[in-house]
């Protein structure tokens, strides 16, 4: 744990600090937007730390809250951006453990309800999940639209295709107490270029539990959930030995807080040094669960350690 190094949460380290946890830790679990890439743009040296974990024989593996393509699609842009060692197994994304609860978990017995994009909908297809298919006339309205008698669970994702008629339809679904409410993650927004902001599936989510009156079960980060679904599929992962590296206080930090996993934020994504600090002074205890333990300029900062590690082994 952090302890063990002497440090105090929100410590930024370097050099022997990180090659001292590099040594420690057998598990490395990493955020992709805004610590391995900014949209079609790896952050630069993130396929070399990658590369370079995976040869030293640790356990890497992706978690990500971006539900709007398949883990397949994921693969593939791994490998456009220079990423040739990732796998298929290595990436969770918040679409694939929803598809894995509502198999799994809840063995859902009927039909899922789902305000999201195709990349969320072909991962539930994947796993055998049945949707209900989207027919209605462009002028149909809540009045006149047909409803599924067979829906038991409605999934809430990114949909930049939301209308008003999917609101409504999943409001008249969820008056059944039977019928789950799940979300995929509660992100309320993405940063875009030049300033703009993408609403995110926490926004949408948001919508429906007000029109709902319920509270809608989140699947992704910072939910335990991922990490379980990690833990189901690699044998002995021992949260000690794990790090977390995001780089958004509310969701990668919280998530390894909430799973017992040190954690590293980077300053090339969302959260910065001071809103980390801001929460790390806080009089809410709630809010210490939002500090990183350590924090590195980018995950570019592992590759000295890296050299240093090299050079002993020489």
Not at 67 to 79: D, L
Not at 147 to 154: G, M, T, W
Not at 246 to 264: A, I, P, V
Request: one cysteine or more.
């Amino acid at each position: 744990m952090a302890g063990a190094f002497g440090f105090k949460g929100c410590q930024k380290i370097r050099g022997p600090q990180i090659r001292n946890l590099l040594e420690a830790k057998d598990f490395f679990l990493f955020d992709c937007d805004g610590v391995i890439w900014h949209g079609e743009n790896a952050i630069t040296g993130a396929a070399k730390v990658v590369s370079s974990l995976i040869r030293r024989g640790k356990n890497v593996v992706f978690v990500t809250n971006n539900c709007t393509r398949p883990r397949e699609n994921y693969v593939h842009k791994f490998y456009r951006l220079g990423f040739t060692d990732v796998m298929l197994e290595q990436i969770f994304s918040s679409s694939y453990c929803s598809a894995l609860y509502l198999r799994d978990v809840v063995k859902v017995p009927g039909q899922v309800f789902v305000i999201g994009c195709d990349g969320l909908r072909r991962e539930l297809q994947e796993a055998g999940i049945p949707c209900v298919e989207e027919a209605d006339d462009p002028d149909a309205t809540i009045y006149d639209c047909d409803l599924s008698p067979d829906v038991k669970a409605v999934l809430v994702g990114h949909d930049d295709k939301m209308t008003f008629l999917k609101l409504a339809k999943a409001s008249c679904y969820l008056k059944d107490p039977e019928c789950l409410f799940l979300a995929t993650d509660n992100d309320p927004w993405h940063p875009l270029s030049g300033g703009r902001v993408l609403p995110g599936s926490g926004s949408l989510t948001a919508a429906l539990e007000v029109a709902s009156g319920r509270k809608a079960t989140v699947i992704g980060k910072p939910s335990r959930f991922m990490f379980e679904c990690i833990s189901s599929q690699f044998r002995g992962v021992d949260p000690a030995q794990c790090l977390m590296v995001g780089d958004r206080l509310e969701t990668d930090m919280l998530f390894g807080s909430n799973c017992g996993l040190d954690t590293m934020l980077t300053l090339t994504g969302v959260s910065q040094m001071e809103e980390a600090q801001e929460y790390r002074n806080s009089d809410q205890t709630t809010n210490h669960s939002l500090v990183p333990d350590y924090v590195v300029d980018t995950i570019a900062d592992f590759l000295p350690a890296f050299e240093e590690l090299d050079e002993q082994s020489n």
